[in-house]
């Protein structure tokens, strides 16, 4: 990795937390106008599954000393393709954010190897004010594959919950009972099967990874439809700084799609979010989904709030 001179780059530790959160406040900021993170998730990020501080994320100082950029790999499963995030300072980062990328690449050759695989697939995304690195992206072999929307709604004027269709029943899951914990993921599991992007996860490792996304189990809801296992929705607190309640993954089983069950979840969720205070809600919808989610999300008031772009490419592992 070349960096001008003057500058550094080192790995990170559980003491850079602080300094970490304010690079990618600054990020969050330029990109979609307000922070996105807090100091757990980066904390999250040093200590996840499959990561290691030591091998898999940089840091790198200007010549004041400031921290100015912070790359990591993520892959908390193990499996499948790899993420990669480069995330800066925007108005002092910029210029090393290429240079991190590559040195990123190199890690997921390693990686590779160490998997015993011919190669990996890399995706890195970059939101819309982000030319420059969209650009970047496209120097290092990177190719734009879809688009990402996130959506939100206000809570103020939510309206009352229409009557459910006829048979569909909408319920809290049951998070302390492990049968209604598998019935979830078979819901996500299957729903989600018909998905282009989708790398299953068997339940003991689903369930392992719960903990970062399970402090809301309130919030979380199965579907019947005539008794029968029908949908299931996931709600994260990870917009809880912007006042928001967040649907991490809504799941319509194919057989009771375009029949009220997703409405009728996310209708659940919007008032549970409301009864607690939060201000607006919100999800991301992938558009290449071929569920079209986003006619739904337009259904139950949700509005475009702003876009990113996923780019891919193949890194062949090291020494192949």
């Known amino acids: 990795m070349t960096l001008p001179a003057g500058w550094a780059a ?3 530790t559980l003491d850079d937390v602080p300094a970490i959160l304010a690079v990618v406040h600054a990020a969050d900021t330029f990109a979609i106008g307000h922070p996105d993170f807090d100091a757990e998730d980066v904390e999250a990020a040093l200590t996840a599954p499959h990561f290691d501080p030591a091998r898999d994320s940089w840091l790198v100082s200007d010549p004041q000393g400031r921290l100015v950029a912070w790359s990591l ?4 499963t193990g499996v499948g393709r790899e993420f990669v995030d480069v995330l800066v300072d925007p108005e002092h980062g910029a210029a090393v954010r290429a240079p991190l990328l590559a040195r990123m690449l190199d890690r997921v050759a390693e990686r590779a190897a160490e998997r015993g695989l011919p190669a ?3 995706r890195v995304s970059a939101y819309g004010p982000e030319t420059r690195w969209a650009g970047e992206l496209a120097e290092a072999g990177f190719t734009l594959v879809k688009r ?6 206000e809570l103020a004027d939510l309206p009352a919950e229409p009557p459910l269709p006829p048979g569909v029943t909408v319920r809290p899951l049951r998070a302390d009972d492990e049968a209604d914990l598998r019935l979830f993921h078979r819901i996500f ?5 018909d998905t282009p992007d989708y790398e299953p996860v068997g339940y003991d490792q689903w369930r392992e990874h719960l903990p970062a996304y399970a402090r809301t189990w309130d919030e979380w809801f199965v579907a019947e439809v005539d008794g029968e296992p029908a949908g299931a929705l996931q709600s994260s607190d990870q917009a809880l700084e912007q006042d928001m309640g967040w649907v991490r993954t809504l799941s319509v089983l194919p057989a009771h799609r375009r029949r009220g069950v997703g409405a009728a979840l996310l209708r659940r969720a919007f008032a549970v979010y409301a009864a607690k205070g939060r201000r607006r809600a919100g999800l991301g919808v992938d558009l290449a989904n071929p569920t079209s989610p986003a006619t739904l999300y337009h259904s139950v008031g949700l509005r475009e709030q702003h876009w990113a772009d996923m780019y891919e490419r193949s890194v062949p592992a090291t020494g192949t």
Do not use: E, G, H, K
């Open 10 to 12: 080192r790995r990170p």
């Open 73 to 76: 790999v993520d892959n908390p």
């Open 120 to 122: 990996l697939t890399v």
């Open 148 to 153: 990402y929307l996130r959506m939100s709604r």
């Open 189 to 193: 599991d299957t729903a989600f099967r």
